[in-house]
């Protein structure tokens, strides 16, 4: 399977602290990725590294055959590499119907099209997504007023209105109830099946992950230590040190 | 929405006749129809986008006095106009006070609105605290620069042209002005309302929200940022343009940029009528106004102590405005529905 993702020798420092060290590793297309590690091991730096930002030190970064490491935010974004917060960012005083709407790629993107009106049958695929992560009965109410929970569903289902090829989630299940847990691994497996969309998940709960993912990166300090399947990971010594400490 | 066609054409008849109505508070009425457009278009960058900003009365002023200029400038050497006297040696004939008018609100409106482009390039990434300093700073320099400046009077400001003689009485004018006072804020306000419902709309409320998100979904909030400040910028020229004409004096400090006074009433005329809304600011100016002129009548010599309790009212007691305050008490007339069809599923995902 060809990579979808190219990440080589990335380094990102923030005054002493090496957040992240040449790390190396590939996404594949079209399939389900973990990264994990303990906290502080530098997952999240490399989200925000992907993603523009922050530049990084050194290393290039590679999606879909072009080098992402030196473009904004937004350009990132419409190259169709999508990420969603560990703190959910969703549009507080929009209701849901509205935070769909505006996550939606335009589909010419000029100067002018600034004043567009928002085409209507997006309606109906913001429903429809709003029921695929069980938020039909509230599209109407404020985004602000959902539950933590609620409000990670929702940005799950902006993430898709965008129609990305890839998607970054950090932490998807942090702070969810146990039973809404598996609700959301059934829906991320199926994101990745029928809309056909490359996932990487950094996750703490290990039984969530070792569930969805095909393949695994472990790091600890900023280094990548271990990758390989879900039993190959947890099998290894590395990444139970990491964990356990030695 | 509250907003519907019938109230919205009594309303629009309401102010077609007022003038007729209470014909001693023409210039009254025209200046707060000003009002309300200074309220609305602060509003686009404090209520919808969230950019809490106290330099939009930079445009305000450079409006007042690009339009007096050109009014000027157009017939007469402008530095002898503003020379002591000079005032007086010059009359527009009345076809010249027209033709001057009419171009000197065009230029009164682009040039703003270009200043306002190149000026939002170069701050409109602040965010927050810093924003807001940055565009305090803007409207106090533009006041000092002003100042300076000889050819359009310095610090001792400079005469807008007279109403042309024999052109009927100041009735005629006070009607003249209110009615252009009254459009330009119909103008505003429709054309606010059309762009809200577009694209455009969402955006700034999006950026309002949560910038880093909008950004992350591929949004270029740069460039709406700048859209949407040009827009204010253009509309309040073209007010600048006209208090010039009505006031008939422009001073540098008191009446082009006047941060502590028109710059400070838009911010709260906006939060008092309900920031983020498209009615509340026009609510809010009009009842600010009307309490304002109120103070000023019944308790001179304590207006200001009077105005400050207001101010102090509305922040403790209506911090989201009337709209705001409207919409709490009744979510539902807001769109905010639960649908009934199963109110009691909470989210199970099977």
Known sequence: MSAILQINGVSKSFGGIIANQSITLSVANKQITGLIGPNGSGKTTLFNSICGTHPIDEGSINFNGKEVSTLPIPAVAKLGLLRTFQQTHIYGKLNCIQNMLISAKPKNDSLFSIFNKIPLDLNDEAEHLLEFVGLYQKRYLRAGDLSFGQQKLLELAMALMNKPKMLLLDEPTAGINPTLINGIIDRLIKVNEEYGITLLIIEHNMKVIMNLAEEIFCLTHGKLIAQGTPKEIKNDQKVIDAYLGK | ?350
């Open chain 2, 1 to 350: 929405m509250i907003s519907n066609k019938p109230l919205f054409l009594i309303l629009l008849s309401i102010g077609l006749i007022l003038p007729f109505i209470l014909p001693g508070f023409k210039l009254q009425l025209s200046i707060m129809w000003i009002l309300v457009v200074l309220a609305l278009t602060w509003d686009v960058q404090g209520g919808q986008m969230g950019y809490n900003t106290f330099g939009n009365i930079f445009f305000f002023g450079l409006g007042m006095y690009l339009c007096a200029s050109t009014q000027i400038g157009m017939f007469f050497p402008l530095s002898e106009w503003t020379a002591a006297g000079g005032e007086k040696t010059f009359v527009h004939l009345p076809e010249q006070y027209f033709q001057g008018l009419t171009l000197g609100l065009i230029v009164a409106a682009i040039i703003p609105a270009i200043v306002a482009m190149v000026v939002g390039y170069g701050i409109l990434g602040l965010r927050g605290h810093y924003f807001a300093i940055c565009t305090l700073g803007l409207g106090i320099a533009a006041g000092e620069f002003a100042g300076g400046i000889e050819l359009i009077g310095a610090g001792q400001g400079m005469t807008s042209p007279p109403w042309p003689k024999g052109l009927g009485d100041t009735e005629l004018r006070g009607e003249f002005f209110y009615y252009i006072c009254f459009t330009l804020m119909i103008c505003t306000f429709l054309f606010l309302r059309w762009a809200y419902s577009t694209r455009f709309g969402l955006v700034l409320n999006a950026i309002r929200d949560n910038e880093d998100k909008a950004e992350s979904m591929g949004i270029d909030t740069m460039k709406y940022k700048i859209s949407g400040w040009v827009t204010s910028a253009f509309f309040l020229g073209i007010a600048g343009g006209l208090m010039g004409n009505m006031i008939g004096y422009i001073e540098p400090v008191e009446t082009a940029f006047p941060g502590k006074t028109f710059g400070v009433f838009m911010v709260l005329m906006a939060i008092l009528g309900g920031k983020g809304t498209l009615i509340g600011p026009v609510i809010g100016a009009i009842i600010f106004h009307i309490f304002k002129e109120g103070f000023w009548t019944f308790f001179l010599g304590w207006q200001y102590v009077a105005l400050g309790a207001l101010i102090v009212i509305v922040v403790v007691f209506f911090p989201e405005g009337i709209m705001g305050f409207l919409r709490e008490k009744f979510p539902s007339k807001f769109g905010e529905v639960i649908d009934e069809k199963d109110r009691l599923s909470q989210i199970e995902l099977k």
